[in-house]
């Protein structure tokens, strides 16, 4: 079995009215999720808000999640930015607050060549006895990893895992050829397509509010039974366009909690804001598509 | 079963060394494709050379195909360019010929709106008896079919197929959710992904050099049997790269398939050119690296 | 003086209800543009709907160009397809109908390489003792011509000038630097900066119906009169939204030359339609916005 | 005159070997880009390595630079991050140290709707009473500042001019002709172009090497020399290759400045590294090409 199992959720951070965590609201979240399906939780992640997150604030939520699913789940920390020697400490902390994992997203707005980038995981991955999972998604971070710098990192005995956000089949392709780092797609379009190719899993935001299609997608798939996950592929289009495409999937996933009865206070932090009426709308219009009842 | 079947090869256009249409070294390729598994087979395509075939070279194509399959494989016309009225009688003519079906590009070059489009197809389909596949590559004519149009085009009782090209795995998700068309990867580096999301096959280039292994992934992947369809999908990937990569994918099935055996002249007409010294050695390193023994 | 001159119109080709080629309107909107300050015209290229004329169609519309302006302006003639030899036919029909010159896009659809495009654009410029424009256009083609390319191309005899509508400074700067290229912008809202970086003109679509507002701001940049010039640049910018991004320039020019009261039939041809209510409507606003009275 | 003049240097940070700030270096290094010509300075900007400095070196460098040119120049902070509550704080620090403006970039990584955009922007500029340079740079950002959020934030009171690295030249013609933004060209390629247009400067890093060019174009352009400013853009394009496109700028421009004998520690912090010697050897040939003698 992959170390991270198959389901994860990148879990979106709430706050209270006043904009503090709301740690009982996560703590609530995460047990919900694990109670759904999922195998491990990201926390302070890019759906977690983690740019505009404390360093204190960050390992509090690995704290709480580790609290609150025990060993029922791993959970893996968000602990980086573009800036190599503070994610160093963060990755210690996330060690010392009782992380199971660090996803490390190559760095963002910087620009570094391909020799930065390997320095840059390799130096996160040393300074904690964490398994790594590799983010790559050039959408966000301006570049990509490419192909032959995660052969490299595929060495390091910290780096297992490759969350892949790239949308990009023949470098897939070749990573799960040539390496045995256990990958996940980073966009919940893509699960299908990438677990028929070898992916072990997703990296998902959509689960926050379909976790039981997605763990029977997956299920589905380990059993090679297409036919059953192309159903459930189908069901979840609308419902994945309407979280990922209409706003941030952070607000997304807040607002579509709260209207799904979770207990939820929908603010975000700036710059990001909370969906106005039209994107409502929207994502409204797409979940009915799917049949849902809202 | 799927109209044109799973497997399609898109087949180069054999020129004589006086830069004449070789029929016999087609027809001999006709038969070894068919021989090696393909249902149906595409002449006149784009890697049929189309845009520097003359008309009565098209309509001679699909008579020596048919003459040399017979009932063993059905012949798809390339019948399109970006001129409708012309089309439309490039339809007729291919219907007269014999062949099976007709396959039409998107209007390049001169990028009709999506109304445009939408009425290009409807006269194109009108014009003959014939069952039609769309064929959606941006890449090459500056302009996608919206999926909207999809959606109304599969309305028309002779439009029964999609060749997709589009690597678009929301757009792909959508037809194959919304209508009956019978989805055909038009990329070759997608056939595992796209079939896992229930395309029904391909229409290759790469399998006029390795029709074997396209049968087996694609037999593998109608019995659901996944971890065969990746180990084929990891062993084509560096014979992908370099049969679409290096060169023009006619120029690369000409010079490969020469390389193993197949008598055929590797020349192309202007503008394509044959592979220079360089290239040559990409392809070959590609091959090589797949284990071809060259 | 540059051999085309600075304003240089791609002609629209008009035609009757009954779809012919309308010369009588084609000859009175030459004769229109010359009056308006162009100093030559392109017939059969992309917005004279080249795609779609007959290769006799070509021919006369050279003829007509010519027998309605004579020595007044310079006649241009869109000679090229994606079919080499098919465009040495056509180069050398359009120097004995009296064209002055030949424009030549590269090869769209099928992708040559660039040992192909030079191959290409060689052989037209050897066919005809005409002046040969290049048109660099990847948003059409699907493929750029790369600079290396155009350096090589400069040194042959007849190619003496480059449509650029590749909006690429660092490569526009570099063929202005190492060339003798005459530049011309292939891009109506471009005309400012390539003109002031060195390009001698502009190959326009947008002055079917703009042609003083051009005429000034070239002659303003001739005269480096940086400030009317900008004026006129910012004048014209909802114009060329209208003409340019709504529908397709052929579209558009023959709707608004009607609603300006030249005497045009607005049809054109599949896979081309004419605008929609919709789109009217965004192009009229856009009108509107510069201050136009319809 | 514009506020801020018309050439700007985005200083690199000198660091010591020991890896603390290099004030005496950064200090020299002010007086010479001055002296040169340069109207303000941006400290802690991209180039400056802003990601991996710490605050108090952020408010250091305003201090430093305020101390080493005095009136002669502006200095312009780089106050931002995608964090908004960090940045209210950072504009205030950045006051209080003595800045003459502040430059904002667009939250990158997080990915804001427009309607985030708008209020981080509104949130920033309402901090301090500092002039607030907008940065409009999608390939860092992941997010693009639509011509509609700029011409809202055009309206507050601190807002005044804009870094505009998105060369999209008909959003860059909107802004100039409905706002009184001062607009600087972000792109050391396009400041011929987009002053020409009506743009009043650059925000440069070529001009660490080659500020005696920059201000002889600028100075040329201001005169509508465009003669003048033809040649020495011409000049600059193997330098801006070099500096630009083999190497993260922070990263070449410490380089070069070392190479001309400035003395400056070629060190960057992680993720950014050195330049490579296959990256050095590029870049040396680009200033060859420009005549440099090195």
Not at 81 to 89: G, K, M, R
Not at 179 to 199: F, K
Not at 266 to 285: F, I, Y
Request: with cysteine.
């Amino acid at each position: 079995d992959p170390f991270f199992g198959h389901l994860i959720t990148a879990m979106v951070t709430p706050f209270t009215k006043d904009d503090r965590v709301d740690y009982d609201a996560f703590e609530a979240l995460a047990v919900k999720l694990v109670d759904e399906g999922n195998d491990s939780l990201v926390v302070s992640g890019t759906t977690g808000e983690t740019s505009t997150l404390e360093d204190h604030e960050k390992e509090g939520l690995v704290r709480a999640a580790k609290s609150a699913v025990g060993d029922r789940a791993k959970v893996i920390a968000g602990t980086s930015t573009n800036h190599t020697s503070h994610d160093l400490e963060m990755a210690r902390r996330a060690e010392r607050a009782g992380a199971d994992g660090q996803l490390v997203v190559t760095p963002y707005y910087n620009k570094p060549s391909q020799d930065g980038v390997l320095a840059h995981y390799q130096a996160v991955a040393d300074a904690a006895d964490l398994p790594l999972m590799i983010y790559d998604i050039p959408g966000r971070s301006g570049i990509a990893i490419e192909t032959e710098t995660i052969l490299r990192l595929a060495e390091h005995p910290h780096i297992m895992s490759l969350k892949d956000a790239k949308n990009d089949i023949t470098a897939t392709t070749e990573v799960l050829t040539k390496t045995e780092l256990e990958v996940y797609s980073g966009d919940d379009q893509n699960v299908l397509a990438w677990m028929a190719m070898g992916a072990v899993g997703v990296v998902s935001v959509t689960s926050h509010v379909a976790c039981p299609h997605f763990r029977r997608m997956i299920d589905a798939l380990l059993n090679y039974d297409l036919k059953e996950a192309r159903i459930v592929h189908g069901e979840l289009g609308p419902v994945i366009r309407g979280m990922m495409t209409r706003v941030q999937g952070a607000v997304s996933s807040k607002l579509v909690l709260d209207w799904l009865g979770f207990p939820i206070n929908a603010d975000v932090r700036l710059p990001l804001v909370q969906a106005n009426a039209h994107e409502k709308e929207l994502v409204l219009a797409d979940l009915r598509e799917a049949g849902w009842n809202l």
